[in-house]
């Protein structure tokens, strides 16, 4: 079996593979893909919840901010804006 690492760079368009040997066979090249995928995979599932996560800090910081306008206006004595 071929003892495979696949890496990736931060920024997720560098691959950088490291084979202690070329497959050899249509199974070590299947094992080959397989892992690479999987290691794709993983990737892209972190930078989605990375990016879920920020857009969900980013709705939670909007609304924080709407309140804070609000509560100013009305210390303000502003009328309630129309939306």
Same mark, same amino acid.
């Given at each position: 079996? @071929?003892?495979?690492?696949? *890496?990736?760079?931060?920024?997720? !368009?560098?691959? @950088?593979?490291?084979?202690?040997?070329?497959?050899?066979? @249509?199974? /070590?090249?299947?094992?080959?893909?397989q892992?690479?995928?999987?290691?794709?995979? /993983?990737?892209?599932?972190?930078?989605?919840?990375?990016?879920?996560?920020?857009?969900? *800090?980013?709705g939670?910081?909007?609304?924080?901010? /709407?309140?804070n306008?609000g509560?100013?206006?009305?210390?303000?004595? @502003? !009328?309630?804006? /129309?939306?």
């Amino acid at each position: 079996m @071929v003892d495979n690492k696949v *890496e990736m760079s931060d920024d997720g !368009e560098n691959f @950088v593979t490291a084979t202690t040997n070329d497959p050899k066979n @249509v199974q /070590e090249l299947t094992q080959y893909v397989q892992t690479l995928l999987q290691t794709i995979q /993983e990737k892209f599932q972190n930078m989605s919840d990375q990016i879920l996560n920020r857009i969900d *800090e980013m709705g939670t910081r909007i609304d924080d901010l /709407e309140k804070n306008i609000g509560d100013l206006m009305t210390q303000a004595g @502003v !009328e309630g804006a /129309e939306k």
